[in-house]
């Protein structure tokens, strides 16, 4: 079984920061990405950024320079820093973990359960 715990999601004004942590805890080899997503309402969940085993990283361009995605292997745990908030960043965050079970094993993907943030002054 593997969990997936998201924390720091909140309310900010714009411009404002926030810290977004996922910790990837259970039975597991390895982890081969971590990265975020995120959906607002009545929208498609899009990627926000994504971060290889090692460290390769992806963003989308509404979030570049903006957004900081960072991971402890140690921890099994990936971080979204979020500088400069939008409105339009308003969504639920969920953190998404692509590992393997086992040596060899087919790839799993895992969603936490969601943390929301919202922009607003």
């Known amino acids: 079984q593997v969990h997936l715990v998201e924390s720091g999601g909140g309310l900010v004004q714009p411009g404002g920061s926030l810290r977004l942590s996922c910790a990837a805890s259970?039975?597991?080899?390895?982890?081969?990405?971590m990265g975020w997503y995120r959906q607002a309402p009545g929208k498609q969940r899009d990627l926000v950024a994504v971060?290889?085993?090692?460290?390769?990283?992806n963003y989308a361009d509404s979030v570049k320079g903006r957004f900081t995605i960072s991971r402890d292997n140690a921890k099994n745990t990936v971080y979204l820093q979020m500088n400069s908030l939008r409105p339009e960043d308003t969504a639920v965050y969920y953190c998404?973990?692509?590992?393997?079970?086992?040596?060899?094993?087919?790839?799993?993907?895992?969603w936490g359960q969601g943390t929301q943030v919202t922009v607003s002054s």
């Open positions: 998404h973990a692509d590992l393997n079970l086992v040596p060899g094993s087919a790839r799993n993907y895992y």
């Open positions: 259970g039975s597991f080899f390895s982890i081969n990405a």
């Open positions: 971060i290889t085993s090692d460290s390769r990283t």
